[in-house]
């Protein structure tokens, strides 16, 4: 029984010994382009296996697994890129194998080698590459930016595969991978990059800037990774500009040739990629010779230019207008040229064209000039107030002395006629020429106008009865010296000299011819001449004196033989009279005035000269030690106008910066009113702030101005208001005009003053009389009588106000005249008289040179005799002559200069 057991186990273990192991399930496969990696799971715990490649020997490789992996892994290598290998896999069991599992696996096949491009356009790129390893059998796959282009078309007899990748943007950079494909295996892929052609600029560069030599392009560029490239086709020059900021490109071009037309190209650049090119021309300029010197004379005419950018290129030709020609070689020449036109005519206007020329082209410009001319040549006619001459070649002329400003008048038909003129005054007289917009001196010439005669001259008795005064009055006008002939003996007085000759060791109770003539350099005025006689009362007291001695000497005889033996025991000492410095004027009463005008008017107003004479030292002993100090000095218009320190005006001191010092003066009222006026000099510009300071301390209400703030050309006072509306600041106080009012003889305007400090605003009103001329007195009294009216009409409306200021130049001629004819009036008004000598000495005695000249001091009586009269006679004659007579003493006035009105 055993025995049969064991021989049905063997059958069982050889049937079993017998039996093929299950092939594997499925196998998947991994492929580079040399190796095969399969991968499967086993089969019922086999652990061996086996394969057979195909393609090659049909070799059985055995392969054993081991380790504890459900998934069996085997790598075949040293394969060929691309192929297609056929395989068997067997599982092994006890030295028997399964039928087989058979499956083929592809290797990858190799990228291309490189690409290349075959040709580009800015929409386009064709592309070119070698077939790998020559077979046909392979196929490609192009993807641009993870885009895949359509099948590729491969040539089975071209070894080289050519692709045309379209639709793409001009001046873009595109990337790609091109792969092999074999058996829908693709090789790892070829990676490569390419740009397409940019495009060109869409406009024509603008031309920002050109010359005749350079030229500056500018573009818009589409994309700030272009650059681009310039080239001059004629020449192949190439500039080269790469874009910056922005998106503007600029471009300088120099070197160019004048008058001479370009062709340019201009290159879009990406990657090293041109565009096409865009190309455009530019013609350069010729410029024209702007700036030319001319050198005149009266005959000749000197061209003097530069050359152009010193470029030899330029020629230059200097046409007449005759149309000769002369041309300059600017290869050959320096830079300046120069050419002389010869034997003109004198104050002609000469044309010329001066043209540049290059490459047979020109561009050329007018040019002008005139010769000059000799003002000596010409017959001037000169009068004391006018110059008038034929001339030619002028069209302006231009007149200036010493004290007036320039006068500038055309030239009308070839006639100088200069009028209103300054009498003796040197004058320049210039002759231009305005051609187009250059004004051009043709010549100048000093002429000296004829000077005035000396006014009213005349004579008085000197030295008993052997001798004359010769008197005159100074002419309007500039006078260097006055010569004066008596009886074969002449004086040569200078202008700023007394005018006033005294000659001497004449004979008593004789008629002399006496003249005067005024000399202004070389020319002379008109002589003016009188006969006059010395005093005849030498002679007939001479027969007196010689009796009245015989009987004194007999009454002295009688008186002694009488008396003289009674002796007396104590003899009296004389007494010695004290020096009277006030005299004592007594007022003339209305009904007696007119007789004593008359009287004082005989013989050439001989009793208003002695009274005036006898005034002209009242006051001088005072002291003017204020006005004196060194601060002070500069604040006084004349050295000889000094305040008196008992009657100057105070200003208040604030701080350390100020001073109390003005030039001006307290005047007496009428009545008892010891400080109704001011007398001031006017306003320096260092001094105006100061006078509106004593405007606002002294609570003042009227200004009286008596003067112009500039008379013949001389300033006289400054302007010391605003001109126009608008406020000005004067220290601490700003000061407005509210309105103006203009009359014929003097302008009225109403002031405001504002405090800055304290904001306190004041009225002032501001009487301007402006017909007083610069020299003498006004021409009729009605007007300054009218003027003082008003003046005196807002005074009494001013209960409160401070004192009225009053200034003329230096305070003392007009402004005392005026001052005097205010409170005469009154007088005259409340008591019937008039003390004219009196006031104007109480004047005198608060400041120097009140009533200034004797013209004014017999001004002031013709005033006092018109306004007696009910009615006042328009252009009546006055009593009195329009003169500056002025007594000059040894102590108050020997420092006053020039004769100047004050």
């Given at each position: ?68 992996d459900r998934v069996v892994t085997y790598k075949v290598s040293s394969l ?284 050329g410009s007018t040019i002008k000039s005139i010769t000059t001319i000799n ?528």
């Amino acid at each position: 029984m055993e025995g049969v057991l064991t021989l049905v186990l063997l059958c069982a273990v050889s049937a079993l010994g017998q039996m093929k192991p299950a092939n594997v399930g499925n196998v998947q496969t991994f492929q580079t382009e040399t190796e095969l990696t399969f991968q499967w799971d086993i089969v019922d715990g086999n652990t061996s296996y086996s394969y057979k490649l195909m393609n090659g020997s049909a070799q059985v490789v055995l392969i054993n697994v081991t380790g504890t992996d459900r998934v069996v892994t085997y790598k075949v290598s040293s394969l060929s890129p691309g192929t297609n290998y056929s395989f068997t896999l067997y599982t092994v069991f006890n030295g028997n194998q399964s039928d087989g599992y058979h499956f083929s696996a592809v290797t990858v096949p190799s990228n291309v080698g490189s690409v290349s491009v075959f040709d580009r356009k800015e929409t386009y790129i064709i592309l070119q590459w070698d077939k790998v390893d020559k077979r046909n059998d392979y196929t490609y796959e192009l993807i641009n930016w993870n885009k895949v282009e359509p099948p590729i078309h491969i040539s089975p007899t071209d070894p080289l595969v050519e692709h045309n990748v379209t639709s793409l943007a001009p001046g873009t950079e595109y990337s790609f991978t091109l792969y092999t494909v074999f058996e829908d295996v693709k090789s790892s892929g070829y990676n490569f990059s390419n740009v397409t052609v940019p495009s060109n600029i869409a406009n024509t560069p603008t031309v920002v800037d050109f010359n005749d030599t350079d030229v500056i392009f500018q573009w818009t560029t589409s994309n700030k990774a272009y650059n681009y490239s310039l080239e001059r086709s004629n020449t192949s020059r190439e500039y080269i500009y790469n874009i910056g900021e922005g998106i503007k490109v600029t471009c300088h071009i120099n070197g160019l040739i004048p008058a001479t037309n370009y062709s340019f190209t201009l290159y879009t650049e990406f990657f090293d990629v041109r565009s096409t090119g865009f190309t455009f021309s530019h013609t350069t300029s010729l410029s024209r010779v702007t700036e030319v010197i001319f050198t005149r004379s009266q005959t000749q005419l000197n061209i003097t230019w530069n050359k152009l950018n010193k470029n030899n290129i330029y020629d230059y030709i200097l046409s007449e207008s005759d149309g000769n020609e002369k041309r300059y070689y600017g290869s050959s020449e320096g830079n300046e040229f120069t050419h002389i036109y010869s034997s003109l005519t004198p104050g002609t206007v000469y044309s010329f064209t001066l043209y540049t020329e290059v490459n047979g082209q020109r561009n050329g410009s007018t040019i002008k000039s005139i010769t000059t001319i000799n003002c000596v040549s010409f017959k001037w006619d000169v009068t004391n107030s006018s110059i008038d001459a034929q001339v030619i070649g002028s069209t302006h002329v231009k007149a200036k002395s010493r004290t007036s400003n320039a006068t500038i008048l055309p030239v009308v038909d070839n006639r100088v006629n200069l009028q209103e003129l300054y009498p003796g005054d040197n004058y320049t007289v210039s002759l231009w020429y305005y051609l187009d917009s250059e004004k051009l001196l043709q010549c100048s010439h000093l002429l000296t106008l004829v000077p005035n005669s000396v006014v009213r001259l005349r004579c008085d008795h000197f030295s008993g009865g052997y001798g004359l005064a010769v008197i005159w009055d100074p002419p309007y006008g500039v006078v260097d010296v006055v010569q004066v002939d008596v009886d074969k003996q002449r004086f040569i007085l200078t202008s700023n000299a007394s005018q006033r000759q005294e000659v001497k060791s004449l004979q008593a109770a004789q008629w002399y011819k006496v003249t005067a003539t005024s000399f202004s350099g070389a020319m002379k005025s008109q002589t003016e001449s009188r006969n006059c006689q010395t005093n005849p009362a030498g002679v007939i007291a001479g027969v007196l004196v010689f009796f009245l001695l015989v009987i004194i000497i007999c009454a002295a005889v009688f008186l002694w033989l009488r008396y003289g033996s009674a002796k007396r025991n104590n003899s009296s000492k004389p007494l010695v009279e004290s020096k009277v410095t006030k005299k004592n004027y007594k007022p003339i009463p209305v009904d007696t005035f007119p007789e004593h005008f008359r009287n004082m008017s005989c013989d050439e107003n001989r009793g208003f000269s002695e009274e005036y004479e006898d005034l002209s030292s009242v006051g001088i002993e005072q002291s003017s030690a204020a006005a004196d100090l060194p601060e002070n000095k500069d604040k006084n218009r004349f050295s000889n106008v000094l305040p008196y320190d008992s009657s100057r005006v105070h200003l208040t001191v604030n701080d350390e910066e100020d001073s109390d010092y003005i030039n001006a003066s307290y005047m007496p009222g009428y009545g008892n009113a010891s400080k109704q006026y001011i007398a001031a000099q006017g306003p320096l510009p260092s001094t105006v702030n100061d006078f509106w300071r004593m405007v606002w301390e002294k609570r003042s209400q009227a200004i009286v101005m008596v003067t112009n703030c500039t008379e013949s050309g001389r300033v006289k006072c400054e302007q010391y208001w605003p001109l126009d509306y608008s406020p000005c600041l004067y220290g601490n106080l700003v000061v407005t005009v509210k309105s103006e009012d203009k009359a014929q003889s003097w302008t009225l305007r109403e002031l405001n003053i504002k405090n800055k400090s304290t904001s306190e605003t004041r009225t002032v009103k501001h009487f301007h009389f402006t017909a007083w001329p610069d020299h003498g007195v006004p021409f009729g009294t009605e007007e300054l009588i009218k003027f003082r009216g008003r003046v005196r009409q807002h005074i009494g409306n001013s209960y409160s106000a401070g004192p009225t200021v009053v200034h003329c130049s230096a305070g003392v001629g007009r402004t005392g005249t005026l001052i005097a004819l205010d409170v005469l009036l009154q007088q005259l008004d409340r008591e019937k008289t008039v003390g004219i000598a009196a006031f104007v000495q109480q004047m005198r005695l608060c400041r120097p040179l009140m009533v200034q000249t004797e013209s004014q001091y017999v001004f002031l009586h013709q005033c006092i005799m018109d306004s007696l009269k009910t009615k006042v006679v328009a252009q009546s004659e006055p009593l009195y002559e329009n003169t500056d007579t002025i007594y000059v003493n040894s102590i108050a006035l020997k420092q006053y200069e020039n004769g100047s009105k004050i």
